[in-house]
């Protein structure tokens, strides 16, 4: 009886547990933004989209005290976002559903400004690994001038050569160098320079 | 040569009958007989043996006073602790290995899937500089930056959850600043065109 209680109780109260990060943004996010980024992490709770980034981003803007009408705003974006990266998951890992990492992880690939072709590529190439940083090196190659193409060349090249997480960042660490290494070196050149030392790029300096 | 004389001797180890003596050789056997019999009443204990029969007829008094005075007495009773060679030896060594193993900046000793994060800005003047971001659901007051020697560079260290976060300095408790040495932005998303800059902790494990 005791046991049957309990159960019936825990799945009455599992969707006030899994409904958001409400109790993390009551008192900090402001009242007059509240009852739209409820709705707004509602509906990602409703789509199986992750809901951290839309949390974090309420609690960003309620911290740098960003007025209400923009603070729903960026949430929203926020929202958007993800909606657009579950898409490029969804084509690039077919056949399951998008993990919320993934979808995380491209979202804010976007943000930085990689371009949708470029993330569903490296996407494609390791479709169970977790995908932030041969995207974050790929975001660096472009801040840095290279060519989106001929980085995501370069990233597939070193991931077929074994390079895996951190170590896809320190290629981008890598042909960076090169290019400021002065000398007339273009960003071809750097990156052809990189490719040829492969999987060999130096580690990155101790923290 | 021997003091006592032969006879005397004879009779002490009973080799002939006291009664035989001289007079004056009786008196002294009679005397020796007696001092013997002083001497096997006595039972032969060392030092030790006598000091602690000692003790233990005069047992200490007993304890007096409630079990915080107590406590403080036995505090303070010197103890005496046997260990052997091997143990110490290896007591040795493992405090050796606690005080000279290095740990990461700072002491920081980071988790499997958490990596150390060093935050360095330079803000001249500044009274205060803290670091706000992802990692601590941007609350102020969780990460303060130090200047110890007033050169305007300020820095800390963190242990954080290995991955992507975003972060600001906060200056003086008002102005938010991104990081200037973090070589990653992005924007913030509410219009006004601000940046958070973007660090990337690589779990400890995988650091070289």
Redesign the interface.
């Given at each position: 009886m005791m046991v049957r209680l309990a159960l019936v109780l825990g799945l009455a109260a599992a969707p006030l547990v899994a409904q958001n990060g409400n109790t993390?943004l009551a008192g900090r996010v402001p009242p007059a933004a509240l009852p739209a980024i409820d709705s707004i992490i509602a509906t990602a709770v409703a789509e199986s989209l992750p809901t951290e980034p839309l949390v974090?981003?309420a609690?960003?803007?309620?911290?740098?005290h960003?007025p209400a009408d923009?603070?729903v705003?960026?949430v929203r974006?926020?929202l958007l976002q993800l909606r657009a990266a579950r898409v490029i998951v969804a084509r690039a890992v077919p056949g399951q559903a998008p993990p919320e990492g993934h979808v995380a992880?491209v979202s804010?690939a976007l943000?930085?400004g990689l371009p949708a072709p470029i993330v569903e590529r490296l996407l494609t190439v390791a479709p169970n690994e977790p995908p932030?940083?041969a995207l974050?090196a790929a975001?660096?190659l472009i801040?840095h001038r290279f060519d989106p193409d001929s980085a995501a060349d370069l990233l597939v090249d070193a991931h077929n050569k074994g390079l895996r997480?951190?170590r896809l960042?320190d290629v981008a660490v890598a042909a960076d160098h090169e290019l400021q290494r002065g000398g007339g070196r273009t960003p071809s050149e750097a990156l052809a320079h990189v490719r040829a030392m492969l999987p060999n790029v130096p580690?990155?300096k101790?923290? | 040569m021997s003091p006592i004389d032969p006879r005397l001797h004879e009779a002490l180890d009973g080799e002939r009958d006291p009664g035989e003596l001289p007079a004056d050789l009786r008196e002294a056997y009679a005397r020796l007989i007696s001092a013997t019999h002083l001497v096997s009443g006595t039972p032969r204990l060392s030092v030790a043996a006598r000091v602690m029969t000692e003790i233990r007829q005069n047992p200490a008094p007993a304890q007096t006073g409630g079990p915080l005075r107590r406590s403080i007495r036995w505090l303070g009773r010197p103890v005496t602790v046997r260990l052997r060679p091997a143990w110490t030896l290896a007591l040795a060594a493992g405090l050796a290995a606690i005080l000279l193993l290095p740990l990461g900046?700072g002491g920081l000793t980071p988790g499997v899937t958490e990596?150390?994060?060093?935050f360095v800005g330079h803000f001249p003047g500044a009274r205060s500089v803290e670091v706000?971001g992802?990692f601590n659901?941007?609350?102020?007051g969780a990460l303060a930056l130090n200047d110890d020697d007033h050169d305007g560079i300020w820095h800390a260290?963190a242990v954080l959850p290995a991955?992507?976060h975003?972060y600001m300095f906060v200056v003086d408790g008002e102005r938010?600043v991104p990081d200037p040495l973090a070589?990653?932005y992005?924007?913030?998303?509410?219009?006004?065109g601000?940046q958070?800059s973007?660090l990337?902790v690589?779990p400890a494990a995988?650091?070289?």
């Open positions: 993390r974090q981003k609690l960003e803007g309620s911290a740098k960003v923009r603070l705003n960026g974006r926020g992880a804010a943000a930085r932030g940083p974050h975001a660096d801040a997480d951190g960042l580690l990155p101790r923290p | 900046p990596g150390v994060a060093k706000v992802s659901d941007w609350s102020r260290d991955g992507q975003e938010w070589g990653r992005v924007d913030d998303g509410f219009g006004d601000q958070n973007v990337i690589r995988a650091q070289p």
